[in-house]
T-cell receptor, first 113, second 113 residues
C-alpha cells in the first residue's frame, strides 16, 4: 500500500509570509503527527490529530497550526514566517496514535529567507 | 528542555566493531521507540519496547528498556557500512490518547569499510 505522502518536498519562502504543508497518511490510518527537525534542536513534536481533532500539542507558538480532514489528510500552517522556522517538517501516520507504529513521510524542507 | 538525552551524538567506527547508543531521561515513559533515519528520508521505526527490563533483538541490533522505564540502549554487534545513519530514540509520555512523543537528539553513526 502507498506510504505517507508529503507535499511539497521543498519550499522557499520569505520572512513574514505564511506556508501550508500537506500530509496524506497511509490509507486507514486515523492519526497524523507533525514534527519539526533541525540540526540544533533535533526532532520536536508539533501536534497530533486523530479523527479531525487535535489530540496532543507540543510547545510551539500559535503561529503553528494544523487541521485534519475527514479523509485523514492533514495540513500544517505556519504564519508570519521567521528565519528560525527553516527546517525539515515531517509527518507520521499511525493507526491509533503515538503508541502504535508510526510511518513517516519524506518530509518537506522549508527554507525561510 | 531536552527530556531525552542521547549519547554519543556522533560515532565513527570501523566495520566489524561493536557499539552502544544510550538514551536517558529523568522521566518515565510508557514506551520507547528506536528509529533510523537516512539522509533525505523520514525516520523508520526499528523497535518499540514497552515493559521495564525488556530486551528485543533485531538481527545484529539489541535493544534494552531500563527496569524503571527511564532509559534505553541500542547495541550493534559487528557493525557494517549499511548501518550508517542517524539513530533516534523516542519516548512516549502518558497514554496514547493524551501523551506526547519526545525524541532524543540522535546519534549519527558512520561505519567505515
Amino acid at each position: 500500500k502507498a506510504g505517507v505522502t508529503q507535499t511539497p518536498r521543498y519550499l522557499i519562502k520569505t520572512r513574514g509570509q505564511q506556508v501550508t504543508l500537506s500530509c496524506s497518511p497511509i490509507s486507514g490510518h486515523r492519526s497524523v503527527s507533525w514534527y519539526q527537525q533541525t540540526p540544533g534542536q533535533g526532532l520536536q513534536f508539533l501536534f497530533e490529530y486523530f479523527s479531525e481533532t487535535q489530540r496532543n500539542k507540543g510547545n510551539f507558538p500559535g503561529r503553528f497550526s494544523g487541521r485534519q480532514f475527514s479523509n485523514s489528510r492533514s495540513e500544517m500552517n505556519v504564519s508570519t514566517l521567521e528565519l528560525g522556522d527553516s527546517a525539515l517538517y515531517l509527518c507520521a501516520s499511525s493507526s491509533q496514535g503515538l503508541q502504535t507504529e508510526a510511518f513517516f513521510g519524506q518530509g518537506t524542507r522549508l527554507t525561510v529567507v | 528542555t531536552q527530556l531525552l538525552e542521547q549519547s554519543p551524538q556522533f560515532l565513527s567506527i570501523q566495520e566489524g566493531e561493536n557499539l552502544t547508543v544510550y538514551c536517558n531521561s529523568s522521566s518515565v515513559f510508557s514506551s520507547l521507540q528506536w528509529y533510523r533515519q537516512e539522509p533525505g528520508e523520514g525516520p523508520v521505526l526499528l523497535v518499540t519496547v514497552v515493559t521495564g527490563g525488556e530486551v528485543k533483538k533485531l538481527k545484529r541490533l539489541t535493544f534494552q528498556f531500563g527496569d524503571a522505564r527511564k532509559d534505553s540502549s541500542l547495541h550493534i554487534t559487528a557493525a557494517q557500512p549499511g548501518d550508517t545513519g542517524l539513530y533516534l530514540c523516542a519516548g512516549v509520555i502518558g497514554s496514547s490518547n493524551t501523551g506526547k512523543l519526545i525524541f532524543g537528539q540522535g546519534t549519527t553513526l558512520q561505519v567505515k569499510p
